[in-house]
Antibody, heavy 120, light 109 residues
Framework: QVQLVESGGGVVQPGTSLRLSCAAS????????MHWVRQAPGKGLEWVAL????????HYADSVRGRFTVSRDNSKNTVYLQMNSLRAEDTATYFC?????????????WGQGTLVTVSS | DIQMTQSPSSLSASVGDRVKISCRAS??????LNWYQQKPGKAPKLLIY???SLQGGVPSRFSGSGFGTDFTLTISSLQPEDFAIYYC???????????FGQGTKLEIK
């Protein structure tokens, strides 16, 4: 059974950094593209970043490009989101999600989310 | 940028009702359209992918249709556990544009 567990959230001041982790289990030694999606309090879903299964390709939403970096360590089955120069508008619950691949991209397993609050 | 617009934004319905939620893309996305369900305090759950393919384990009362710019999620007979927020998402254009709709809140009448 696939399980994704995010960690690393917390309360930070504007301009500072934070690194989120997403630990995967139950993947049966396969690797998959992984996404980060965020949800501001009371708001809808916003796609944030994608990393390919081997880590060679990354894509970012315009709102985070140049500040956030997605990476992965497949030996640890973990994906990371390094968030720098944080702003109040980055306050959200951050979810990681697995993409099973194939012709149609979709997010078939999600973690429970980790809350990031950016406030002075 | 591509825009995904859902209608209605909120909907009141009763158990047993047939419900339809619409999603319109600002440009054609073929059938690269996913639907998710989210309950309060929980992560989203994939219901439908490729516009009409039912994700494993999802009840058959959920169905999806559409192609190009107009899509519909149908729940054939509402159950108490279906009251939630529903989001559509396009994955046709570049990952940078993997936009979600604004959500449709389905409430009990």
């Amino acid at each position: 059974q696939v399980q994704l567990v995010e960690s690393g959230g917390g309360v930070v001041q504007p301009g500072t950094s934070l690194r989120l982790s997403c630990a995967a289990s139950g993947l049966r030694s396969r690797t998959y593209a992984m996404h980060w999606v965020r949800q501001a309090p009371g708001k809808g879903l916003e796609w944030v970043a994608l990393i390919s299964d081997d880590g060679s390709n990354q894509h970012y939403a315009d709102s985070v490009r140049g500040r956030f970096t997605v990476s992965r360590d497949n030996s640890k089955n973990t994906v990371y989101l390094q968030m720098n120069s944080l702003r109040a508008e980055d306050t959200a619950t951050y979810f990681c999600a697995k993409d099973p691949g194939g012709y149609y991209s979709r997010f078939d397993y999600w973690g429970q989310g980790t809350l990031v609050t950016v406030s002075s | 940028d591509i825009q995904m617009t859902q209608s209605p934004s909120s909907l009141s319905a009763s158990v047993g009702d047939r419900v339809k939620i619409s999603c319109r893309a600002s440009q054609a996305i073929r059938d690269y359209l996913n639907w998710y369900q989210q309950k309060p305090g929980k992560a989203p759950k994939l219901l439908i992918y490729a516009a009409s393919s039912l994700q494993g384990g999802v009840p058959s009362r959920f169905s999806g249709s559409g192609f190009g710019t107009d899509f519909t999620l149908t729940i054939s007979s509402l159950q108490p556990e279906d009251f939630a927020i529903y989001y559509c998402q396009q994955t046709y254009l570049s990952p940078e544009a993997y936009a979600f709709g604004q959500g449709t809140k389905l409430e009990i009448k």
